[in-house]
């Protein structure tokens, strides 16, 4: 089963930076395109950026700027780096593997549990 572990999260205040990771285990032979999302209590879970195979990356408006998604050499870890936080950062922030090439039943790949940031 492909799982995906976040982790990094923690308090800031605002202006400060933090860097999450998400790890993705499963077949090799799975490909993905990463995203992350994130969800403030009472609202809806938001896009806040990706990265294709070929490390193409895009953002929402939202963060354009303060926030840089990249990915580790083995390609099995993706980093979201998070300055210049604000207090409407705070969030549960989650990672999704989007699959792009593989078979579903091996390589779908469920949410993870997310990493919660607090900024104040």
């Known amino acids: 089963q492909v799982q995906l572990v976040e982790s990094g999260g923690g308090s800031v205040q605002a202006g400060g930076s933090l860097r999450l990771s998400c790890v993705l285990s499963?077949?090799?032979?799975?490909?993905?395109?990463m995203r992350w999302y994130r969800q403030a209590p009472g609202k809806e879970r938001e896009f806040v950026s990706r990265?294709?195979?070929?490390?193409?990356?895009s953002y929402a408006d939202s963060v354009k700027g303060r926030f840089t998604i990249s990915q580790g050499n083995a390609k099995d870890t993706v980093y979201l780096q998070m300055n210049s936080l604000k207090p409407e950062d705070t969030a549960t922030y989650y990672c999704?593997?989007?699959?792009?090439?593989?078979?579903?039943?091996?390589?779908?790949?469920?949410w993870g549990q997310g990493t919660q940031v607090t900024v104040s």
């Open positions: 990265i294709s195979g070929d490390h193409n990356t």
């Open positions: 999704e593997a989007r699959l792009t090439n593989g078979p579903y039943a091996l390589c779908q790949a469920d």
């Open positions: 499963g077949p090799t032979y799975c490909s993905y395109e």
